[in-house]
Structure formats: C-alpha cells, structure tokens
C-alpha cells in the first residue's frame, strides 16, 4: 500500500533520512522506532508532503506521491496524525472533527462518520462543543486521532501518540489504534513506547541516524538484543 | 460568605479582560456626550462611519489572519473601487438624465457598487496569483516583512498608475440617489449613507455567514488558525489565501464605491481609508475579524468625539493617541489576535 524508495531528505542543508526504503502492506499495523532525533518524525512529515524530496520516490497504492501537495496527499486517503496535533484551537471539538472531513462532500457520510467517532471516543461527545485549545492534553491526543480518522483514511501516520500522557490514557489511545487496524485501516505509528507498541504491531523497523538498521516482524524485532539493550533497558 | 464567593469571580474576570472593560466604559462614556452636545445626528453620523471603517478592518484582519500579510494597498482597492463605480455610474445616469425611468434610477448606483465589487474581486485574484502566490512558493522566510514590503509596492503602482492614466482629476458625484433626506428622530440622513451603511452592514453580515456557516469558510477560519492542520485535513492553501485576498479587496472596493458621494475618485483616495483601517485592527488585535467589527465603532466615536469636543483638524490625532495608549497595556490588542501563525513563521 505504501512504499519508501531510497529516500533522502532533511531540512535546508540539514539532511535527516539517509537512503530510507521500507514499506507497509494492507491491513498491517507497523511500528516505525527509533531514538530521539533519528528522523521519524521527518520520515511521516516527508510522506505527506510537508517536506520535499532529494531523491527517492514514495509510492501509495502504486501511485507516486512524493511530487503531490500535503492537501492532495491528505484527499487520496492518507490521514497524518503530527506530534505537534496542529489543531484548530479557536474552534470547537465539533468544529475540528467536521473540518477532518474536509474532503468528502457528503453531509450524510460526514455526519455518520462523526457519530461513529463519537461512539468510539464518549468524550469527545461529551465536550463536542468545548474549544479545541481548552482541552487537556489527553483529550487533545484523542481529537487529532479522531479528526484524522474523519476523512476515512486507507492510511494513518500516527507520530507519538503516547507522548506526555498518563499511563491509563496511553492504554485508550493504543486501543484506539487497534480498533482502527481492525477496521481495516492500515497504520504506521512511531512510538517511544517500544516495548507496548511491539507488543501489538505486526512488523516493526528501527531507524537509527536517519537510517533503517534493522527490520521484522514485531516479535522478532522485541527480541533482538540490540533492541532489548538500546530500548528496552533489559 | 456567598456574598463574597459570587463577588470575586466578577472581579477576576474584569481584571481579565481589563482592556475591554476600560474601553466598553470608555465607549459608553464618550457615546453620551456625543448625544448629548450633538444630538440623533452626531450619533447617526457616528454609526453610519463606524460601519465603513469596520469593512474596510473586516478585510485587513482577514488578510492578515490567514495570509499573514500586513496590508497596505487595501486603499488602493477603495480607490480602484471608486473609479469603477464612477465610470459605471455616469453613463448610466447621462442615459437616465435623457431617458427617465424611476426604476432603472433606483437600481443603477446598486449596479455601479455591485460592478465596484466583483472588479474588486478580480484584482484581488490576478495580485494574489501573480505576486504573492509566487512568493509563497519561494520561501516563506522572512515572509511578513516581505509581503509588507510587497505591498507598499503595490500601492504605489496602483495609486501612480491611477494617476498616469486617469490624471490627477477628481471625478465625483454628489449623490447616487436623487431623492429627498430622510427624517430619522429628528435627524435628516441622506438616502445615500443610510444605504452605504446598509451595504456595509449587509456585506460584513454575509462575510460572517460565510465564515461561519459554510465549508469554505470554515477553512478560511482553518487556515488561520493552522496552515499546517489545515493542509492536513485536505484543505487546498492556495486557493484559500486566493479566496481570501480577492474577498477583502472586493470589500474595499464596495466600501470606495458606495462612498463615492463622500470621497471622490482620485489617484491617492485611498490614504485617509487605509490609515483609519489600520487604526482599527491595531486597536483591536491583529487578524482578528469581530474585533475588527467592533473596533470600526470605536474609532468613528473617537473621531466623532474629537471634532465635536476638540477641533476638526485633530481628528487623526486623538485617535493615535489612545490607539498608542490601548497597545501600551494590552500590546496585542483589545480583543486580542487569534493569529498563531505569525510567530511560528
Ligand atoms: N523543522 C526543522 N528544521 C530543521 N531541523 C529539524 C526540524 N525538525 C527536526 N529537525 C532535525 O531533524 C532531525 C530529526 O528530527 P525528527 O525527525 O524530529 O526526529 P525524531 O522524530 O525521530 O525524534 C533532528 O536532528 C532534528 O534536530
Ligand atoms: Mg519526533
């Protein structure tokens, strides 16, 4: 579904992604980890369109994107989650769900998808008409979650997720992302929660310094001892 | 006990929005002795200004909110505005003057105004693709300072295009709609601002149902808040900040054409408009569009205020004044900037 070629990228005369290649098939839930700085976060804002190529190519359902604005990129169903949230903080939590869903025209489906979230995240019903910016951090999390889930995306890019939240809200944000898996949708989340996030993704790739050292499925990576050394404190 | 409990959140939340509490009392203040030295005519007056200075701000926070581009050609569109509805509006009353029609005299300025607006309109699409589009796709380093320089730029060539190719004529009318004041308690008001404060009440009511109530709008309100989320959701920026510049000089150019009768059409019209909306945003906060709304009265009390109270030529002068005074205890503004944006850039 989503292919990585060779690619090089970074910011200015700063290069972050050296020759980064992998790929992530339908249906998969794959975990991208790495030490802090290693260009995760560049890798997810590369593939939707926030940053420009040197080389490589980004292929999504075969097609090539990495020529594509972010808004088209985001409209062929490629939904990205950024650490940053990028909220609308002057706007309600209806309001930010609503604009999730810029892209399809359908009052109706708009509306179902929303009571669909707001079956899945009681909360954010409960405060639907609080604004986004008065909301606590957890709740935040879960509105960029939601909000990106609103245009019914093939594909999630979800950037740290668990980042700065209490262990119970990490556990409902992590059953968040697995109930999207099953719904068919396809994510590839960077995590510093190694050890939970490889505990229920299918593969995983370590990036270190910009490059792909090491790739697998989820297990195995868990237990390689370089891992269990660098990020598992074992 | 609960006296005290209920007394305290009161006073906490005046000490919050201390700036608009001094300035609503303020406001009040100088809106009785408007009254009572001038009567329903000063304050009539007062509305009907207040109303242009407030379109006029309405598309300079707009720019500003979701293009961050401080504006200085906005004048310019109230020029261009004036001129198009000069050259529509007199062959129209030549013919009119020959061929009387009641109806057709009624409709005509309307058509002139409307025909101001959409040239408005394609100005603000042609500048914004062919000089900040580009600039965008540049580099947005630098980018305030450089759209401010971009549109000083702007200005000049309009304003000394005016001038090359109209001259510097004035080209006016005395009035739009020929037909009696209108006696409003005691007051008479020309058919023709009663009517140009309509159009800038009735323009500025549709811009906030745009922006509230429909798709686009609510990206317009997207994009200011968060170019980046809104780029994420799948919202287009370049048709947006488009959008956005056409609307605000299509504004200005109703604002120059409904008040032709007011300020003639000449090369440099839109100095005194633009320096007043300028006045207004900065008083209420930097892209803040309701801001801008409420701030547009303000100012028109203030200068009502000044020249009934002080003396005309110290008009502009007054108002500077508090302007600085209100930036000196609440530097963003009395309302406060929505913008995020700008710093991050
Ligand atoms: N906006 C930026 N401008 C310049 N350099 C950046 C920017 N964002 C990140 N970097 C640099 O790129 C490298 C990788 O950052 P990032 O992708 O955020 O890493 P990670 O998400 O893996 O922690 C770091 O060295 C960081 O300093
Ligand atoms: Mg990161």
Redesign the pocket.
């Known amino acids: 579904m989503l292919e990585l070629k060779n690619i090089n990228a970074?910011?200015?005369f700063?290069q972050?992604l050296w020759d980064v290649s992998f790929r992530v098939d339908e249906g998969e839930l794959v975990a991208l980890i790495?030490?802090?700085?290693?260009?995760?976060?560049?890798?997810?804002?590369t593939i939707a369109g926030l940053i420009k190529l040197k080389s490589g190519e980004i292929l999504f359902n075969e097609k090539v994107i990495n020529d594509k604005p972010t808004h088209l990129i985001s409209q062929m169903g490629i939904s990205y989650v950024s650490?940053k949230l990028n909220l609308f903080t002057g706007m309600s939590v209806r309001e930010n769900l609503i604009l999730g869903a810029y892209a399809i025209r359908d009052k109706e489906v708009q509306l179902e998808t929303l009571a669909y979230i707001f079956e899945l995240f009681p909360r954010l019903e409960e405060r639907k008409d609080q604004l986004a910016g008065t909301m606590s951090g957890g709740e935040r999390k879960m509105l960029a979650i939601a909000r990106g889930m609103m245009s019914k995306p093939q594909l999630m890019l979800v950037?740290?997720p668990s980042l700065g939240l209490q262990p119970n809200l990490t556990q409902d944000v992590f059953s968040a992302l697995i109930q999207l898996r099953e719904r068919g949708v396809t994510v590839l989340l960077?995590e510093q929660n190694v050890n939970a996030t490889l505990s229920f993704s299918d593969r995983a790739y370590v990036?270190e310094q910009?490059k792909i050292v090491m790739e697998g499925p989820s297990k195995e990576i868990k237990a390689n001892k370089h891992v269990r050394n660098a990020y598992l404190g074992i | 006990m609960a006296k005290n409990s209920s007394a305290r959140p009161l006073m906490s939340r005046i000490k919050d929005n201390l700036p608009i509490v001094v300035i609503s009392i303020f406001s009040l203040i100088l809106f009785v002795a408007i009254y009572i030295e001038g009567g329903n005519a000063q304050i009539f007056n007062t509305i009907i200004t207040g109303g242009m200075w407030a379109l006029l701000a309405v598309g300079l926070a707009l720019v500003f909110g979701v293009m961050n581009i401080p504006h200085f050609a906005h004048g310019e569109s109230f020029m261009i505005g004036a001129y198009v509805a000069y050259f529509t509006f007199t062959p129209m009353q030549e013919y009119l003057y020959t061929n009387p029609n009641k109806f057709l005299s009624a409709i005509a300025p309307l058509g002139a105004i409307l025909t101001a607006g959409v040239a408005g309109a394609i100005l603000g699409i042609i500048i914004e693709q062919l000089i900040f589009a580009p600039l965008r796709r540049r580099t947005k380093k630098d980018w305030i300072m450089n759209a401010f320089l971009l549109t000083v730029g702007i200005s000049f060539v309009l304003s000394n295009g005016a001038n090359l190719v109209l001259g510097p004529n004035f080209r006016g009318i005395s009035r739009y709609w020929d037909v009696k004041a209108v006696e409003i308690g005691g007051a008479y008001m020309s058919v023709d601002r009663l009517i140009a404060f309509a159009i800038s009440m009735v323009t500025i009511g549709a811009l906030w149902f745009f922006l509230r109530r429909t798709r686009v709008g609510r990206a317009i309100r997207a994009v200011s808040q968060d170019e980046t989320g809104a780029q994420l959701v799948g919202i287009n920026l370049n048709f947006i900040q488009t959008l956005t510049f056409s609307l605000a000089t299509a504004m200005a150019s109703i604002s120059g054409a409904s008040l032709l009768f007011l300020f003639q059409a000449y090369p440099t019209v839109g100095g005194t408009p633009l320096y007043y909306a300028w006045y207004v945003v900065m008083m209420a906060g930097l892209g803040n569009v309701v801001g801008a709304i409420i701030g547009g009265f303000i100012v028109a009390l203030l200068q009502t205020a000044t020249q009934l109270f002080v003396a005309v030529s110290w008009t502009t002068v007054l108002p500077t004044v508090v302007m600085i005074l209100v930036l000196l205890i609440a530097p963003s503004g009395i309302f406060g900037s929505e913008v995020k944006g700008v710093q991050e850039q």
Not at chain 1, 34 to 45: F, Q, V
């Open positions: 970074g910011y200015d700063l972050v790495g030490p802090n700085g290693a260009g995760k976060s560049t890798t997810l804002r650490e950037d740290e960077v990036l910009g």
